[in-house]
């Protein structure tokens, strides 16, 4: 069984269709990624798996079960991770408190919700603070910022800030970890860093859906590339078919015109 299925996902925005009926299912260890010209509907399908948008209709199952449309609201979904493609870090915090931010928040909610209080409930925070704090900064470590773990977004590049926005996104753990555009605001020189940490996630075996414009490294990076076009899967298939064997005169035009 897949990881993940999507089954005919729409997508509206008043009167306009932004999504068509998107159907593709990817497994687990894998990395999926979506290409396509502006206004094709990839940002949408990432924000609307995420729940950052509500789809207007169709399913999303993760390991069988029907997570959208949801039988009740849910409180947390921690089976997406999203990595903005602006980075979205909290100015007035540090890379280590952008990073612990959600840990703590989220251990703070689940202590509410078993209704614990007063010195029982500061005493579980402040431990679990502690906690967090070292998974905070393995995360840092990881992503090669062990030495700018006390500056604040305004002191880092924008390789850096991004770096931090990818540990932020692993801080809990998701099934799936997905990055819309990850290196759009970045000058070229510091795409590399960013995309030397996405590569080795992979190799770790992370499950990663890609959106991006960098043709070579989705070349090199994905197990299965989606061409999208106008709210709909044009096509699909391993990098060597969609690159270099296209069957769609869509797929043609936009590696041909170099559209992205």
């Keep these: 069984m897949a990881l993940l299925q999507v089954e005919n996902l729409t997508k509206n925005f008043n009167d306009t269709q932004v999504l068509k009926g998107v159907s593709f299912e990817l497994e687990k260890g894998e990395v999926l990624t979506i290409i396509g010209s502006s206004g094709s509907g990839k940002t949408t399908l990432l924000r609307c798996l995420n729940f950052l948008e509500v789809a207007s209709g169709g399913k999303i199952l993760v390991n069988g079960e029907v997570i959208f449309p949801a039988k009740k609201q849910?409180?947390?979904?921690?089976?997406?991770?999203?990595?903005?493609?602006?980075?979205?870090?909290?100015?007035?915090?540090?890379?280590?408190?952008?990073?612990?931010?959600?840990?703590?928040?989220?251990?703070?909610?689940?202590?509410?919700?078993?209704?614990?209080?007063?010195?029982?409930?500061?005493?579980?925070?402040?431990?679990?603070?502690?906690?967090?704090?070292?998974?905070?900064?393995?995360?840092?470590?990881?992503?090669?910022?062990?030495?700018?773990?006390?500056?604040?977004?305004?002191?880092?590049?924008?390789?850096?800030?991004q770096r931090v926005a990818i540990a932020r996104a692993l801080a809990l753990s998701p099934d799936i970890l997905c990055f819309d555009e990850p290196t759009s605001a970045l000058d070229p020189e510091l795409t590399g860093e960013v995309l030397k940490v996405i590569k080795s996630l992979k190799e770790e075996g992370r499950t990663m859906i890609i959106v991006t414009h960098e043709m070579d490294f989705a070349k090199n990076v994905s197990d299965k590339v989606i061409f999208m076009a106008d709210g709909v899967i044009e096509e699909e298939g391993t990098p060597i078919q969609v690159f270099d064997n296209p069957l769609s005169e869509k797929t043609k035009a936009f590696l041909s015109k170099g559209e992205f």
């Design 74 to 161: 849910m409180k947390n979904n921690l089976t997406f991770g999203l990595v903005f493609q602006s980075f979205n870090l909290f100015p007035q915090y540090t890379a280590l408190q952008n990073v612990t931010l959600a840990m703590d928040l989220t251990f703070q909610n689940s202590l509410k919700e078993k209704k614990i209080r007063g010195f029982a409930f500061k005493k579980a925070v402040k431990e679990n603070k502690a906690i967090n704090d070292i998974t905070a900064k393995q995360l840092l470590e990881r992503v090669g910022l062990a030495d700018k773990m006390q500056n604040y977004p305004c002191e880092l590049s924008g390789g850096q800030q």
